[in-house]
């Protein structure tokens, strides 16, 4: 047997000076709501010469990745318990709901079909999984200094799918 066996019980302090600062050193912790959430929407993309332009839904799903340097008093990065209240806004978003692209040319019949209840409308900047990941990001970061997580964790990065083969990455 080697004499050089990995010590897992072994502290920091108690080996060899560590070569990287304590900054290049960030935790990683990521939280997923996966397609069985029950994230369903359905959208279009109006400027798509596909079939794309008709509205379709999915299952949304979302993976979000934070990063600290230092860990909270428990040991984590985030506490899991404490995203409830982000949660609540995807589900005031995207849980069925007809998400529609400000600049729609047809904005005004959505509109309508609102106002009729025939549709749960969330007006949106755009659609798409790219535009869905921004949007994201950008009301996350923004919640994560409102929920006292920031500045010591940051968001790294948030991925939206609409099913296995299809998704969109915005990072920071």
Same mark, same amino acid.
């Given at each position: 047997m080697s004499g050089?066996?990995?010590?897992?019980?072994?502290?920091?302090? &108690?080996?060899?000076?560590?070569p990287l600062p304590p900054h290049h050193k960030a935790m990683i912790s990521t939280k997923?709501?996966?397609? !069985?959430? #029950?994230?369903?929407?359905?959208?279009r993309q109006w400027r798509a010469e596909s079939h794309c332009h008709f509205i379709h839904g999915y299952a949304l799903a979302f993976k979000f990745v934070f990063a600290?340097? &230092?860990?909270?008093?428990? #040991?984590?990065?985030?506490?899991?318990g404490g995203?409830?209240?982000?949660?609540?806004?995807? !589900? /005031?978003?995207?849980?069925?709901?007809t998400l529609v692209a400000a600049d729609d040319p047809n904005i005004d019949l959505f509109r309508q079909m609102h106002a009729s209840g025939l549709i749960?409308?969330? &007006?949106?900047?755009?659609?798409?999984? !790219? /535009?869905?990941?921004?949007?994201?990001?950008?009301?996350?970061s923004v919640w994560l200094g409102?929920?006292?997580f920031a500045p010591r964790v940051w968001?790294?990065?948030? !991925?939206?799918?609409?099913?296995g083969a299809n998704s969109a990455i915005c990072q920071g």
């Open positions: 050089n066996v990995f010590n897992l019980s072994r502290r920091r302090d &108690e080996g060899p000076a560590d997923t709501y996966g397609h !069985e959430m #029950g994230f369903s929407c359905a959208f600290a340097n &230092e860990l909270d008093h428990c #040991g984590w990065v985030v506490d899991f995203l409830k209240d982000f949660k609540s806004l995807l !589900e /005031a978003t995207f849980d069925h709901k749960d409308m969330v &007006e949106v900047p755009a659609t798409g999984c !790219e /535009a869905f990941a921004r949007m994201i990001f950008d009301a996350l409102d929920a006292g968001l790294v990065s948030v !991925e939206v799918s609409e099913h």
